[in-house]
């Protein structure tokens, strides 16, 4: 009989070693890695298939793309893979972050965790994140402005609001920057404080996000507010654990992270997709409408169909978080490869997102395409995994998408985006996507 090779049953001498190149000498492909070249390509896949290796950073990485690669990494059926991935590329920046931990010890943080983010939190985050909103929309200048870094600062000022209960203010820019510099960091090329580059840089931001949280910890025990820091420290497990202080920072500052650069990207790319089709963008707008004027309630956003579908196909074209990472703690194999302990795996999301045997012209805009007469996302179990899948699966996509929504609904009704004809907004892939030119869009007041 013909089955799936286990950890147990391999025979490792019988598996293949997975096809690839090591790149230049000495360094591999570790530019290519840092300068984000690599991203948002079929360059794996195209030459060596599923499964492949290479150099980087002075390990052995082995390259997942397609969904069984991606899916059998992410699920980890055989407990073989951890986040040492993570470690590597933003321990120093992120330590101790949810998305960090391993085995019981996440589970339990995940656990606890969970309590800041049930249905009733998630509707009291919704009230103060719709005021952010509005008063940040009413301050965009009509006419030409970069979306980019305009949409950047409002979700700075949602999560001051909405993750902290601070008022948005002065501190915001530092902060900003701090979350700025240390998520670049894990992209960096030099991998040791340099100063001014950007390692040292990652390691300033660290330091300052810690002293910003840390003394805001007791007034946060002793609230009730309806701020994500507020449900962090009173979130408990079914076992009535929770979390100590060093453990709130450490969520915190994870959490800003990943929720801040991450909307941002996605609301940048639907901007930019919404201007360039404004059949589409009429539709959205056509259903805001309808669902009324001002910020919408939590009970109405499941109501903003179109704009579910652009998010969708947005986050396809434009992966949010391209690529995740894992490390084998353990000879394994993967689709009949050998995969030896300490590799590391990058596993290309972005890549499944854009295969044409998964996707039919997968470069075109066309978000009907998850709609339930078609539903191409469900065409394999892991075609579509924008929020990753398995034990460590984002535990923030309803506020994430809460989020977008939110803010893109208001945004609608406010204002027309138009980009000049013809115009492809060129990204940028170190880290997370952003637009290289700030993606120059012209609002036209309502
Ligand atoms: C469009 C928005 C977002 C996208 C595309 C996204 C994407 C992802 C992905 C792909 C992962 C899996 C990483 C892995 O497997 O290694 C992840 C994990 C995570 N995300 Fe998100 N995310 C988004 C928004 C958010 C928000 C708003 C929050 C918090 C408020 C958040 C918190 C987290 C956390 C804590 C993890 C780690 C979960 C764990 O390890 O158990 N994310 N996210």
Known sequence: MVGRVTVQDAAPTLLKTPPGDNGLPLIGHSLDFARGKLAATHYWYDRYGPVS?????????????????????????????????????????????LMLLDGLEHHRHRRIMQGAFTADRLAGYLGPMNETIERGLAEWPVGQLRFYPTVKQLTLDVATRTF??????????????????????????VRFPVPGLRWSRGLAGRRLLEDYLRPRIPAHRASDGDDLF??????????????????????????????????????TTMAYYLAKHPEWQERCREESRAVGAGPVEYGDLNKLVSLDLVMKESMRLVTPVPGVTRRAGRDTE????????????AVHLWGVHHLPELWPDPERFDPERFAEHRREDKVHR?????????VHKCIGMYFGGMEVKAAMHQLLQ?????????????????????????LPITLERL
């Open 164 to 189: 902290m209960a601070d008022q948005v203010g002065q501190g915001s820019q530092r902060v900003n920057d701090a979350f700025s510099d240390s998520v670049r960091a894990a992209t960096s090329f």
């Open 382 to 390: 892991y075609a579509y995994m924008p929020f990753g899948n398995g």
């Open 230 to 267: 507020t449900a962090l420290c009173h979130a408990q497990s079914e076992d009535g654990e929770s979390f100590s202080d060093d453990d709130v920072v450490n969520h915190m500052i994870f959490l800003l992270m990943a929720a801040h650069d991450t909307s941002t990207s996605t609301l």
């Open 334 to 345: 993967l689709l009949g490869f050998r995969v030896p302990a300490g590799s590391y795996l």
């Open 53 to 97: 290796v290479t150099r980087a950073f002075g390990n052995t990485w082995i390259q997942c793309d397609g969904p069984d690669a991606c899916g059998a990494v992410l699920t980890d059926r055989d407990r073989v893979f951890d986040s040492s991935g993570w470690q590597l590329l933003i321990g120093p920046f992120f330590s101790r972050g």
């Open 414 to 438: 406010r204002y027309r985006l138009r980009v000049p004809g013809g115009y492809e907004m060129p990204v940028d892939w170190v880290s997370l996507p952003r637009p290289k030119d700030g």
